[in-house]
């Protein structure tokens, strides 16, 4: 049995519970706020960062891209054409290179902001960050999209998905972080139609609708967000 230690609204989180998902692993999920550092989640990582995920009597596996390769390795064999690893050395080359785009770059320096500053901080105490958003992360961010956004479209302009010609985890990286952004209304969607399409089609997978259900208490989520036809 697995279980992920993850929070609903973590961009990495969301990307675990879509590629477990996808390669139709059961798991439990135990929902942890990591800015209170609880006892259980240091034991298991002491970074106290999630996702962190156990299967049976194993070693915690922490962090999103060593999740990736864990569930690769041991289930991705078993999926044949629905693999989410490409087989040829320089397809899986450029699906890890996006993969760390989106859970790297793009999460430091657009939707990290974002998540931080108007999800987590109605949450978190103000003796260790709560509070007010910073409108000063939010203005970064905000400028920040549009470059990223850019690059993206250039990608799925060329290709039949971000990676190449088939649907890799790539395409789930950037998906969870953007589903994050969509929920605060804070992606320019009119901006990069060849994004918005892509978004759609991912967004259309069953793996999606989990996450499409989710909501934060007090901030409802955009439009955009659970409309398959936005």
Known sequence: MLTLYHHPFSPSSRFVRLILSE????????LVNPWERPHELLLLNPAGTVPVLV??????????????EYLDETRGYAMADRRLMPDHPDARAETRRLVDWALGKFDMEVIGHLVRERIYKQTMPRSIGGGEPDSGALRVARANIHHHMKYFGYLVASRRWLGGDRLTFADFALAAELSCADYLGEVPWA????????????????????????????????TTYADLDF
């Open 23 to 30: 390669y139709g692993a059961n798991f439990d999920d135990k």
């Open 55 to 68: 299967e049976n009597d194993g070693p915690p596996i922490c962090g999103a891209q060593t999740i990736l």
């Open 191 to 222: 901006e990069e139609e060849n994004v918005k399409h892509w978004y759609a089609r991912v967004k259309s997978r069953p793996s999606m609708r989990p996450l499409l259900g989710e909501k934060v208490l007090g901030l409802p989520a955009a």
